[in-house]
Nanobody, 127 residues
């Protein structure tokens, strides 16, 4: 059973930094996509950043240049380094995973069907 547990959220002033972590357990797959999402009450969930098993990274335009997604050495830990944060970054942040035994390619297009989610960690940025 896949489990994802986020940590590192909290309160920070505008312009500050925060590092989120997501510890994954219960799986070993050769192909995957892992990502960070965020959601504000009353709004749709927004994709923030993703990284797949081929090392491809994607960012939302709203965070590109300020946030950095990375993995731990074991690839079961996901990080989100948040720099120059803004009040509009305030949200509940979730990590998600999409796992496959099929290599990335024609039969597996990564980052299109996340099936495991963490419980979330709150980030609040004050102005």
């Amino acid at each position: 059973q896949v489990q994802l547990v986020e940590s590192g959220g909290g309160s920070v002033q505008s312009g500050g930094s925060l590092r989120l972590s997501c510890a994954g357990s219960g799986y070993t797959y050769s192909s995957y996509c892992t990502g960070w999402f965020r959601q504000v009450p009353g709004k749709e969930r927004e994709g923030v950043a993703s990284i797949d098993s081929d090392g491809r990274v994607n960012y939302a335009d709203s965070v590109r240049g300020r946030f950095t997604i990375s993995q731990g050495n074991t690839k079961n830990t996901l990080y989100l380094e948040m720099n120059s944060v803004k009040p509009e970054d305030t949200a509940m942040y979730y990590c998600a995973a999409e796992l496959s035994d099929t290599p990335i390619g024609q039969y597996y297009v990564p980052c299109e069907g996340y099936h495991s989610w963490g419980q979330g960690t709150q980030v609040t940025v004050s102005s």
